[in-house]
């Protein structure tokens, strides 16, 4: 079983930044695609960002220009830098990894989330 453990939320005044970062831990034997999603109060949990274990990377459209999704050579830690942040980013923000467990079992685990708060 693999856990994640994300860090790096807060508040930030509008056109902040922030950095979160998710670590994987546990019984792991390759690591696939990791990703980042939100849920703000009132919506849908939505998708922020992924990355695929060769570096691929999508963006919601709310986000492209603004946030960036890395990993380490490892493939074991994901990062999320967010820029010129606005109100509307306010939510807690998750983790996701989706990862071979062994050679026949593929799984997938969630982070238990860090709350970012945009406000003045």
């Known amino acids: 079983q693999v856990q994640l453990v994300e860090s790096g939320g807060g508040l930030v005044q509008p056109g902040g930044s922030l950095r979160l970062s998710c670590v994987a831990s546990?019984?792991?034997?390759?690591?696939?695609?990791m990703g980042w999603y939100r849920q703000a109060p009132g919506k849908q949990r939505e998708l922020v960002a992924t990355i695929t274990k060769s570096d691929n990377t999508n963006y919601a459209d709310a986000v492209k220009g603004r946030f960036t999704i890395s990993r380490d050579n490892a493939k074991t830690t994901v990062a999320l830098q967010m820029n010129s942040l606005t109100p509307e980013d306010t939510a807690v923000y998750f983790c996701?990894?989706?990862?071979?467990?062994?050679?026949?079992?593929?799984?997938?685990?969630w982070g238990q989330g860090t709350q970012v708060t945009v406000s003045s």
């Open positions: 996701n990894a989706q990862y071979r467990l062994d050679a026949t079992r593929i799984r997938v685990s």
């Open positions: 546990g019984r792991i034997d390759i690591i696939y695609d």
